[in-house]
């Protein structure tokens, strides 16, 4: 798995792994069922605190991408559909697009949500 943190971009670091975690997962580059690293190893892999890569994982698992096992581990959650990934890998695009051009994640995500009810009026 491979995930490069950029000190110097405006995007928070457990963002760029919440990010990079999504769009591994779907890509399908982390399948259904495989292990991640516990939190402390891969915050010591990419030099950062333990609660950063925390929160992504936590975000990660509320948009029903990863699961945890207690003891066992961190795990990519099964139940995807075609739709969700092909919809994740969308929004992965969009963040990075985001990111690139310096718009902050609230802006980005309130433009999300804007177009939401539009397409979803009432």
Known sequence: MQIAIDPGSPVPPYEQVRLQLAQLVGEGR???????????RLAADLGLAANTVARAYRELEAAGLLETRGRHGTF???????????LQRLAAGYAAEAARLGVPSDRALSLVRAALDVARPG
């Open 30 to 40: 982390l399948p259904v069922g495989a292990k991640l690293p516990t939190v402390r």
């Open 76 to 86: 990519v959650a099964p139940g995807r559909d075609d739709a969700v990934d092909r």
